[in-house]
């Protein structure tokens, strides 16, 4: 399969406590993104790296997130000390930077709930 | 303030049928690009079509078709001959000028029955 892949699917995980999120992109996509999909809202951006560099954040990623690509390959996703309402989906995409606008692929998500 | 507004909360049709979606997009940029993605039941969001701005010519792509219009900033999304198969939620998104990332719609949830 050479598609987004992303670990683990489910994570269920008590409030306070710490989870980390693992995408592995498509192997020659040198932008990364992540977004996080509540219950019935479409997905919302959170970060994205060129390669080893993040490029940008959304404000919707608190001093809780973070996120890191090292190598420019796999990347992480953190969050410390857990809240209910980080329950959500993580989505991962990647693409190939190039001439125009290249497509972003999503994996399969990272379903959090948190209790 | 909402970018992609996706009016149609869910549109429920009979195998055979057309479904349209409606999408309605903000952007004061004069480059942007417009997406439709598919969210099957599975959640893996599968990507459909995609037009930039420079180009308001509608196309057909199989049992899709798109009308984009930038007079009314909208992209509607066709369905043709709708199958069960067809059923999943269905995102409209835009991406602006040289900004990479996607601002989604809400989805509508399309149901196809047999």
């Known amino acids: 399969d050479t598609g987004v892949s992303q670990n683990p699917r489910h994570k269920i995980t008590k409030r306070g406590q710490n989870v980390t999120f693992r995408c592995d992109p498509i192997s020659e996509h040198n932008r990364l993104y992540w977004y996080r999909q509540t219950l019935g809202q479409g997905p919302e951006f959170l970060t994205y790296?060129?390669?080893?560099?993040?490029?940008?954040k959304s404000r919707l990623l608190s001093d809780r997130f973070s996120a890191e690509r090292p190598k420019g390959s796999f990347s992480t996703l953190e969050i410390q000390r857990t809240e209910q309402g980080d329950s959500a989906m993580y989505l991962c995409?990647?693409?190939?930077?190039?001439?125009?606008?290249?497509?972003?692929?999503f994996g399969p998500g990272t379903r959090l709930t948190v209790l | 303030a909402q970018k992609v507004t996706q009016a149609q909360t869910e549109i429920s049709v009979v195998e055979k049928e057309d479904v349209t979606l409606d999408c309605v997009y903000e952007?004061?940029?004069?480059?942007?690009?417009l997406f439709w993605y598919k969210q099957p039941p599975s959640g893996e969001l599968v990507f459909l079509i995609r037009?930039?701005?420079?180009?308001?010519q509608n196309e057909i792509s199989g049992r899709y078709s798109w009308n984009f219009q930038k007079s009314t900033s909208s992209f509607n999304f066709t369905i043709t001959a709708s199958q069960v198969v067809d059923s999943a939620v269905y995102f409209c998104?835009?991406?602006?000028?040289?900004?990479?990332?996607?601002?989604f719609g809400a989805g509508t949830t399309v149901t196809v029955r047999a």
């Open positions: 790296f060129q390669n080893e560099a993040q490029l940008e």
């Open positions: 037009r930039n701005s420079f180009d308001e």
């Open positions: 952007t004061r940029d004069t480059t942007y690009y």
């Open positions: 998104a835009l991406s602006e000028g040289n900004d990479y990332k996607l601002s």
């Open positions: 995409a990647s693409s190939l930077r190039g001439l125009g606008y290249n497509e972003q692929f």
